[in-house]
T-cell receptor, first 112, second 118 residues
Framework: GNSVTQMEGPVTLSEEAFLTINCTYT??????LFWYVQYPGEGLQLLLK?????DKGSNKGFEATYRKETTSFHLEKGSVQVSDSAVYFC???????????FGEGTQLTVNP | GAGVSQSPSNKVTEKGKDVELRCDPI?????LYWYRQSLGQGLEFLIY????????KSGLPSDRFSAERTGGSVSTLTIQRTQQEDSAVYLC????????????????FGPGTRLTVL
């Protein structure tokens, strides 16, 4: 079956530091890949997505590239802000199914 | 426009009681999903509705859990004889098309219902 593995957290960075959150997946065919973010006290929000190999999703300074050869979708941001503090979830949606399969989530804390 | 809404936002109940959780999807979305977010299990799929098709119930953890979707819009998740391990945040999501060939379809999530079983 499908699965998603995220780097273990929590991650603590200083403001303006570079961020990488690793995500790898197992799936048949060509799934769609997503990053969702959950800010404190709020619901899940879509951050970015990529639907085919080599696609790059981007939003709010975050980027992730769909790498079929390494089955990865790592999230990056060049300069994090305090307001980026949240839990980040990597997820996939298979080609034949409808459900999202989520990673464990990574708690990010950015200190001023 | 309005997003996915859920009610109640918080629910505290006693072990053994039944609870009903409600979800109002985004207008025009044909697909509706329920997920559960708990400390030990992360985010788990529960059930999926697509139009008038039979729902995909493969994620429901036990026969105490059931869900229905009336008129292709509002959905209710019912948990009978609640147990302490049912304590979690129950998330509803909707999308325009659902699964199959349109696998790029984005799911939009509601704020969740936090269920606490004492």
């Amino acid at each position: 079956g499908n699965s998603v593995t995220q780097m273990e957290g929590p991650v603590t960075l200083s403001e303006e530091a570079f961020l990488t959150i690793n995500c790898t997946y197992t799936a048949t065919g060509y799934p769609s890949l997503f990053w969702y973010v959950q800010y404190p006290g709020e619901g899940l929000q879509l951050l970015l997505k990529a639907t085919k190999a080599d696609d790059k999703g981007s939003n709010k300074g975050f980027e992730a590239t769909y790498r079929k050869e390494t089955t990865s979708f790592h999230l990056e941001k060049g300069s994090v802000q305090v307001s980026d503090s949240a839990v980040y979830f990597c997820a996939l949606k298979g080609t034949s199914g409808s459900r999202l399969t989520f990673g464990e989530g990574t708690q990010l804390t950015v200190n001023p | 426009g309005a997003g996915v809404s859920q009610s109640p936002s918080n629910k505290v109940t006693e072990k053994g009681k039944d609870v009903e959780l409600r979800c109002d999807p985004i207008s025009g979305h044909t697909a509706l999903y329920w997920y559960r977010q708990s400390l030990g299990q992360g985010l788990e799929f529960l059930i999926y509705f697509q139009g008038n098709s039979a729902p995909d119930k493969s994620g429901l953890p036990s026969d105490r859990f059931s869900a229905e979707r009336t008129g292709g819009s509002v959905s209710t998740l019912t948990i009978q004889r609640t147990q302490q391990e049912d304590s979690a945040v129950y998330l509803c999501a909707s999308s325009l098309y659902g699964g199959g060939q349109l696998s790029t379809d984005t799911q939009y999530f509601g704020p969740g219902t936090r269920l606490t079983v004492l």
